[in-house]
C-alpha cells in the first residue's frame, strides 16, 4: 500500500493535487502537510499537518512514522515573489529540495517528485517549440533555483538510486485557488476581473505568449508520470510538457466570445521582462513518447471551464 505525503497541499498545485490523489489511493493513505491551512476539501477529505519543509528533522520524522513510500513536495516561492525576496527565496526553494532529497535517501519515500518550470529557460533559449535539450541560462532567481535542482535530482539518481522525477509546468490555470505570485498569474486574475468588473488591466504586454496548462491536466499528467514504469523514463531530470501557447490578447479576445462587452488593457510591470526570456511554445515530444503525456483542454474549452466556474465561485 503506498503511502503518499503531499508538501505544499494548501498551494495552488498542491490542493488539487491532494483530492486526485485521495480518489486513487484513499483519503487515509494521502497526507497533506503545509504551514498554512488547507482549503476544506483537504481538511474534510483526510489527514492534514502543519509541517515546514525546511526542519529537516520533523520532516524525517513524519516520513518514518507514517511509512511514507511517496513525497511530492510543491514548496516553492514563485518567480514574480521570488525576484522582490531573491536570497530568500533561493534559500527556501533550494533548502526545501535538498531536505527532501535527504530524506528520500535515509527512508523507504525513494520516489520523489518535484516540479520544475520552463523558468529554466533564459533568453538566449530558442524561444519557439523549445526543445527539450537545449540553452538553458536562467536570468531569474526562481529559474536558477529549478535548474539547480534538476541538476541536484538527476544526480540523486545517479548517486543513491532515489527515483527523481520532474516536469517543467508552463503556467496553470485555476478556479479553484488564487495564484501564488507567479509570471503567468494573469491567465487566472482575467477570469475574476472580467466577471467581478467587466474589464482586466494585464501585466504583460498584449502579444506575449506563452505555454499554459489547465490544472486538470497538470495534475493528470503529474501522476501519470508518477505510476510510469520507471524502465520507460529516458529522462531522469525533468521533462518538457507543453499544453497549449496564447497570448493575452488572444486569451481576452476568447473571453469576449461569451462577455462581449469584456475590456482589457496593459500596463506591464517586472514581470514582462521574465515572461520575455521564456519560451513561447514547448516541444513536449519526448515526454509523449516516454510516459503519454497529453491534455484535454484547449483554449476554447479553457476558457469555457474557467468561466462557468470562476462565476459559480464568486457566487457561492
Known amino acids: 500500500m503506498e503511502k503518499i505525503l503531499v508538501i505544499g497541499s494548501s498551494g495552488q498545485i498542491g490542493s488539487e493535487l491532494v483530492l486526485a490523489l485521495r480518489k486513487i489511493y484513499g483519503n487515509d493513505n494521502v497526507f497533506a502537510t503545509d504551514i498554512k491551512q488547507p482549503v476544506k476539501e483537504v ?8 509541517l515546514d519543509v525546511l526542519d529537516y528533522n520533523n520532516l ?48 523507504d519515500a525513494k520516489k520523489l517528485f518535484w516540479p520544475s518550470s520552463i523558468a529554466v529557460f533564459g533568453p538566449t533559449t530558442p524561444r519557439h517549440n523549445t526543445p527539450q535539450l537545449t540553452v538553458m541560462e536562467p536570468n531569474t532567481v526562481y529559474g536558477i533555483s529549478k535548474l539547480a535542482g534538476e541538476r541536484w535530482g538527476e544526480y540523486y539518481v ?40 467587466g474589464k482586466y488591466e494585464s501585466f504583460l504586454n498584449e502579444d506575449t505568449a506563452l505555454p499554459m496548462m489547465f490544472m486538470d491536466d497538470a495534475i493528470q499528467n503529474t501522476i501519470k508520470l ?9 529522462l ?7 499544453g497549449i501557447s496564447f497570448t493575452p490578447k488572444e486569451l481576452a479576445d476568447e473571453i469576449k466570445k461569451q462577455m462581449p462587452g469584456f475590456t482589457i488593457s496593459y500596463k506591464p510591470d517586472f514581470r514582462q521582462a521574465i515572461a520575455d526570456s521564456w519560451p513561447a511554445s514547448i516541444d513536449d515530444s519526448i515526454a509523449r513518447n516516454d510516459w503519454g503525456h497529453d491534455e484535454k483542454y484547449d483554449l476554447g474549452k479553457l476558457v469555457d471551464t474557467m468561466l462557468e466556474k470562476v462565476a459559480e465561485k464568486l457566487k457561492g
Do not use: C
Request: without cysteine; positive net charge; glycine residues 6%.
Open 158 to 197: 545517479k548517486r543513491y538510486g532515489i527515483d527523481f522525477r520532474s516536469v517543467r509546468y508552463p503556467g496553470l490555470i485555476s478556479y479553484k485557488t488564487e495564484p501564488g505570485g507567479g509570471t503567468t498569474d494573469y491567465a487566472v486574475e482575467i477570469f475574476f476581473e472580467a466577471i467581478k468588473n
Open 226 to 234: 508518477m505510476e510510469a514504469d520507471e524502465s520507460k523514463l529516458s
Open 236 to 242: 531522469r531530470s525533468a521533462y518538457n510538457i507543453a
Open 60 to 107: 524525517l520524522h513524519f516520513v518514518v512514522r507514517f511509512k511514507i513510500t511517496q513525497i511530492y513536495n510543491l514548496a516553492a516561492v514563485l518567480s514574480g515573489n521570488a525576484e522582490k525576496i531573491p536570497l530568500q527565496a533561493w534559500d527556501i526553494n533550494m533548502k526545501a529540495l535538498m531536505n527532501t532529497l535527504e530524506v528520500s535517501r535515509q527512508s
Open 43 to 50: 481538511r474534510d477529505s483526510g489527514p492534514f499537518q502543519m
